[in-house]
């Protein structure tokens, strides 16, 4: 940890140290508000619809068995791996947290496959009025 020798200045580092941190914590909880709602994919017999979908990080992306084959989904290539169980029916949900293009396949079905693309979260506006960081402490 750093050490000052004048405790005004450490306080007002403090001052602004917490400012920050409130900035910072509305800056992630305006990015999980902004993130849509959970997007939904079918899988039919024998493809995925649609296959091009994007979502912002943090989005829940279902998969919907809407078809009679056994199906699955399996990330082939992306930022992050998982699959979900053979399955005729039924639903599979992953939430998307890291951003980035993912190639998901049926393994099953040669050409049953899609992208997800995963957009970061971007910025809110909304923080930027919260961003009174000058504030100066009462001399001692
Ligand atoms: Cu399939």
């Known amino acids: 940890m750093m050490k000052f020798r004048s ?46 979908v994007t979502v912002t990080a943090g989005t829940t992306v279902t998969w919907k068995w809407t078809g009679g084959n056994t199906h699955n989904v399996t990330v082939v290539s992306g930022p992050e791996k998982f699959h979900s169980a053979d399955q005729a029916t039924g639903t599979y949900s992953h939430r998307m947290i890291k ?36 504030t100066t402490p009462p001399s001692s």
């Open 99 to 134: 951003p980035g293009t993912y190639k998901i396949v049926c393994t099953f079905h040669p050409g049953m496959d899609m992208t997800l693309k995963v957009k970061k979260a971007p910025p809110s506006t909304t923080t930027t009025t919260t961003t009174t960081t000058t």
């Open 7 to 52: 405790s005004r200045g450490a306080r007002r580092l403090a001052v602004a140290a917490a400012a920050l941190l409130v900035v910072g914590a509305l800056a992630v909880a305006a990015g999980v508000a902004a993130a849509a709602g959970p997007k939904t994919v079918s899988l039919g017999d024998n493809l995925f619809k649609p296959t091009k």
